[in-house]
């Protein structure tokens, strides 16, 4: 007699899997960072230490003498050198990282053909454009709706801890590169990065919004044609089954990748760091826990008592993008328990790949708590009106950028740049981004899942 495993029981035992491999990684992590990587860091340390009394020095000399520039010359040297340590200290971890990357790198090349496949098939099944419109509206409202709370929160937030105010940490000098490059996203900009030139291109570059579009149109145009489209939609939906199969694949792979990114950024960063941020990414944490409260609660009052089921469903992808700082690893698998969870095909196709470009929740409190933390730390006071066009103008900037590297803080470094808040500010933030990004990630993921039941729920097909 042949015995069939439960996918349920299959499920459980993965998000095992990756919960035991996350605790491994942490204490492998902090075994290398005590021990095989305690010189390099302890250099690290010290030459990070001699840079910050040498632009202390640079700050009480006139930039035109001689004195100035030997000091600049000097603090340059050493810079240089501790960079060199922490190339040397990427080196060492960097067969850990590449168990993430690997795995990174399969679910991006599974992400762009699922997105297309199932949008065109959930759009054509949709049957008409007013269809398609009614649902994308109701869609649209709940993204600029989530993230504006999620903004105001983040803002509310930090004005309320001032951990900027009172980490007391030394400024970077004004001319230190971060790595970060500004952005400053105008409505033209905007328009033509929806667009694709070529959906071949947009694939190849993972530009989820530019697939969104085109697929949504093709979908269109697929249910216009009648019986012919119809063998469209049907190959496309035997290609998102196909897709889902290497999906699960892949995911078998998940707890090598959550170990490998564990150990990587714990051996980096080590707890010492948790010691200087702790406040900081304490008071963030905890604000992404009232996110969390906020929006289980709004789900509770649409989708009722239901939402918990949604969230014992979700667990699994939500662990998967804190472990490895990736809301993109967890789409596959996210799409899939939507889909267990009751939400029809149609609706978590369209709603899904939509929200990784304009409702990534945890992102967006992100970079108001970020932003006023770094106006904090230079003493620099933001009235009300200032931080509320701050907060229209993150509203309008992060949308469609998703597919950026590093997001949230190329839009932080054009926001500082818009409100002349030192650029340098960011390189306060770099050390801990990845602890953070854990966090914000796994956010990104509840915003969604939330979303798509809520419009399954207004569509009446729950």
Same mark, same amino acid.
């Given at each position: 007699?042949?015995?069939?495993?439960?996918?349920?029981?299959?499920?459980?035992?993965?998000?095992?899997?990756?919960?035991?491999?996350?605790?491994?990684?942490?204490?492998?992590?902090?075994?290398?960072?005590?021990?095989?990587?305690?010189?390099?860091?302890?250099?690290?340390?010290?030459?990070?230490?001699?840079?910050?009394?040498?632009?202390?020095?640079?700050?009480?000399?006139?930039?035109?003498?001689?004195?100035?520039?030997?000091?600049?010359?000097?603090?340059?040297?050493?810079?240089?050198?501790?960079?060199?340590?922490?190339?040397?200290?990427?080196?060492?971890?960097?067969?850990?990282?590449?168990?993430?990357?690997?795995?990174?790198?399969?679910?991006?090349?599974?992400?762009?053909?699922?997105?297309?496949?199932?949008?065109?098939?959930?759009?054509?099944?949709?049957?008409?454009?007013? !269809?398609?419109?009614?649902?994308?509206?109701?869609?649209?409202?709940?993204?600029?709706?989530?993230?504006?709370?999620?903004?105001?929160?983040?803002?509310?937030?930090?004005?309320?801890?001032?951990?900027?105010?009172?980490?007391?940490?030394?400024?970077?000098?004004?001319?230190?590169?971060?790595?970060?490059?500004?952005?400053?996203?105008?409505?033209?900009?905007?328009?033509?990065?929806?667009?694709?030139?070529?959906?071949?291109? !947009?694939?190849?570059?993972?530009?989820?919004?530019?697939?969104?579009?085109?697929?949504?149109?093709?979908?269109?145009?697929?249910?216009?044609?009648?019986?012919?489209?119809?063998?469209?939609?049907?190959?496309?939906?035997?290609?998102?089954?196909?897709?889902?199969?290497?999906?699960?694949?892949?995911?078998?792979?998940?707890?090598?990748?959550?170990?490998?990114?564990?150990?990587?950024?714990?051996?980096?960063?080590?707890?010492?760091?948790?010691?200087?941020?702790?406040?900081?990414?304490?008071?963030?944490?905890?604000?992404?826990?009232?996110?969390?409260?906020?929006?289980?609660?709004?789900?509770?009052?649409?989708?009722?008592?239901?939402?918990?089921?949604?969230?014992?469903?979700?667990?699994?992808?939500?662990?998967?993008?804190?472990?490895?700082?990736?809301?993109?690893?967890?789409?596959?698998?996210?799409?899939?328990?939507?889909?267990?969870?009751?939400?029809?095909?149609?609706?978590?196709?369209?709603?899904?790949?939509?929200?990784?470009?304009?409702?990534?929740?945890?992102?967006?409190?992100?970079?108001?708590?970020?932003?006023?933390?770094?106006?904090?730390?230079?003493?620099?006071?933001?009235?009300?009106?200032?931080?509320?066009?701050?907060?229209?103008?993150?509203?309008?900037?992060?949308?469609?950028?998703?597919?950026?590297?590093?997001?949230?803080?190329?839009?932080?470094?054009?926001?500082?740049?818009?409100?002349?808040?030192?650029?340098?500010?960011?390189?306060?933030?770099?050390?801990?981004?990845?602890?953070?990004?854990?966090?914000?990630?796994?956010?990104?993921?509840?915003?969604?899942?939330?979303?798509?039941?809520?419009?399954?729920?207004?569509?009446?097909?729950?």
């Amino acid at each position: 007699m042949s015995i069939h495993k439960n996918p349920q029981t299959r499920k459980s035992r993965l998000t095992l899997y990756i919960f035991i491999a996350l605790v491994l990684g942490i204490a492998l992590g902090t075994v290398l960072n005590y021990t095989w990587l305690a010189p390099d860091n302890a250099q690290r340390a010290a030459l990070e230490q001699k840079t910050t009394l040498y632009t202390q020095k640079l700050s009480a000399l006139d930039s035109t003498t001689a004195a100035y520039h030997s000091v600049a010359a000097q603090r340059d040297l050493v810079r240089q050198e501790a960079q060199g340590i922490s190339k040397s200290i990427d080196d060492k971890v960097g067969p850990f990282m590449l168990l993430a990357d690997l795995f990174l790198r399969l679910i991006k090349m599974i992400v762009a053909p699922l997105v297309f496949s199932t949008l065109v098939v959930g759009v054509a099944r949709l049957g008409d454009i007013r !269809a398609v419109g009614r649902i994308g509206g109701k869609t649209l409202l709940w993204f600029f709706g989530a993230s504006l709370l999620s903004l105001l929160l983040g803002m509310v937030l930090v004005n309320a801890f001032q951990p900027g105010s009172r980490l007391n940490l030394p400024l970077p000098a004004a001319d230190v590169q971060t790595g970060v490059s500004a952005a400053s996203l105008n409505l033209r900009d905007f328009l033509y990065h929806m667009v694709p030139a070529s959906v071949i291109d !947009a694939m190849a570059k993972n530009e989820i919004l530019q697939i969104v579009i085109f697929a949504v149109l093709f979908g269109i145009a697929t249910a216009a044609i009648g019986e012919k489209g119809e063998k469209i939609t049907d190959f496309f939906d035997s290609a998102s089954h196909v897709i889902l199969k290497m999906t699960s694949y892949v995911m078998n792979t998940a707890p090598v990748a959550v170990f490998g990114a564990m150990v990587a950024v714990v051996a980096k960063q080590g707890p010492s760091i948790l010691k200087t941020y702790s406040i900081f990414i304490g008071e963030f944490y905890l604000s992404l826990g009232v996110l969390w409260a906020f929006l289980i609660g709004i789900g509770f009052l649409v989708i009722g008592r239901r939402v918990f089921a949604l969230l014992g469903r979700i667990k699994e992808p939500a662990l998967l993008a804190f472990s490895t700082s990736s809301s993109e690893a967890a789409f596959p698998q996210t799409m899939t328990e939507l889909e267990r969870f009751g939400c029809p095909p149609k609706i978590v196709s369209f709603v899904l790949p939509l929200g990784y470009s304009f409702n990534l929740d945890g992102s967006m409190m992100y970079m108001t708590f970020a932003t006023l933390f770094i106006a904090q730390s230079y003493g620099i006071h933001l009235p009300l009106g200032v931080q509320l066009s701050m907060l229209l103008v993150l509203l309008l900037t992060s949308k469609g950028i998703a597919g950026v590297p590093r997001a949230s803080l190329v839009v932080i470094a054009g926001t500082l740049a818009t409100f002349k808040i030192p650029e340098a500010g960011l390189a306060l933030l770099l050390g801990i981004d990845p602890l953070l990004d854990m966090g914000r990630s796994a956010t990104n993921v509840l915003g969604n899942s939330i979303a798509a039941a809520a419009v399954t729920k207004w569509e009446k097909m729950d």
